[in-house]
T-cell receptor, first 113, second 109 residues
């Protein structure tokens, strides 16, 4: 079965650089979520999109922005990177049908030097 | 927001042992999921279980929604079961998942 695809899987950036993370949801899933997991922590919700519109927002820094495109893939843009942004970034998708089980991608491991 | 507590925080067992992991949550939930995060960081869906009981091989889960807790049972543990087990919930009208702090399970051969 098709799963959530994330790219790149690993990313190394310098402080103050920018990064773009991509997410391709499971086919026919209409909702995409982004989560951030710092070292030794549990995943924290950043932002979500339903049918290409932002549906909810968590503790996402103003330096981060995201969008969902017409083909339902989503991108998380991160600017002015800080050391504390080093984390595992997960994308998840679900299909709004009364059973809203979220399926997670393999994650992008971002390291900021 | 909704609070999620998991216990125990750490568990070390011999291969072949059984274990029970607990998840308590502070409010009514629309969705409850159990995940296994393997040593490579991947979050593997184990169960979608906002209520009732489900079984999948050596794993089973029970959620008692009225008492706001869920249990994950692992029988005949194998070394590949090692990792962190997360419970995550969302409340009605709020689709984002709130994760518990996890239970780190280590299975010793």
């Amino acid at each position: 079965a098709a799963g959530v695809i994330q790219s790149p899987r690993h990313l190394i950036k310098e402080k103050r650089e920018t990064a773009t993370l991509k997410c391709y949801p499971i086919p026919r899933h209409d909702t995409v979520y982004w989560y951030q997991q710092g070292p030794g922590q549990d995943p924290q919700f950043l932002i979500s999109f339903y049918e290409k519109m932002q549906s909810d927002k968590g503790s996402i820094p103003d330096r981060f922005s995201a969008q969902q495109f017409s083909d339902y893939h989503s991108e998380l843009n991160m600017s002015s990177l800080e050391l504390g942004d080093s984390a595992l970034y997960f994308c998840a998708s679900s299909r709004t049908s009364g059973i809203d089980e979220q399926f997670f991608g393999p994650g992008t491991r971002l390291t900021v030097l | 927001g909704i609070q999620v507590e998991q216990s125990p925080p750490d568990l070390i067992l011999q291969e072949g042992a059984n274990s029970t992991l607990r998840c308590n949550f502070s409010d009514s939930v629309n969705n409850l999921q159990w995940f296994h995060q393997n040593p490579w960081g991947q979050l593997i869906n184990l169960f979608y279980i906002p209520s009732g009981t489900k079984q999948n091989g050596r794993l089973s889960a029970t959620t008692v929604a009225t008492e706001r807790y869920s249990l994950l049972y692992i029988s005949s543990s194998q070394t590949t079961d090692s990792g962190v087990y997360f419970c995550a919930v969302d409340s009605f009208g709020n689709e984002k998942l709130t994760f518990g702090t996890g239970t780190r399970l280590t299975i010793i051969p």
